[in-house]
C-alpha cells in the first residue's frame, strides 16, 4: 500500500479552519487560532509539521490541502 507525506506548515496558517471543516479526523483549530495537524511530529529540518499517511487517507487530506486558501499543506508520496 503506498504511503504519503503530509507537510503542513503552520506558521503560515492563517485559520481560516477550511482543513477542518473537510477533514476534522486530520485538522483541529486551537485556542491561538491555528489548525494542528492531529498526530503530526514537527520536523527541525524543514520547520514543518509532518505526518506519515495510508492511501486510504489520501483524498481527504488532497480535499483539505485544495481548499486551504493560503496553501500551507502539501502532500507527496514517499513509496509505494
Known sequence: MAKYKI???R???IGASSCVAV???FYEMKEDGKV?????KFNDKT???????DEKDL???????EVCP????K????ED
Open 7 to 9: 507537510s503542513y506548515n
Open 11 to 13: 506558521e503560515g496558517c
Open 23 to 25: 477533514n476534522p479526523t
Open 36 to 40: 494542528d495537524l492531529t498526530n503530526g
Open 47 to 53: 520547520k514543518m509539521w509532518e505526518l506519515i499517511i
Open 59 to 65: 483524498a481527504i487530506n488532497q480535499e483539505a490541502a
Open 70 to 73: 493560503v496553501l500551507v499543506i
Open 75 to 78: 502532500i507527496e508520496k514517499i
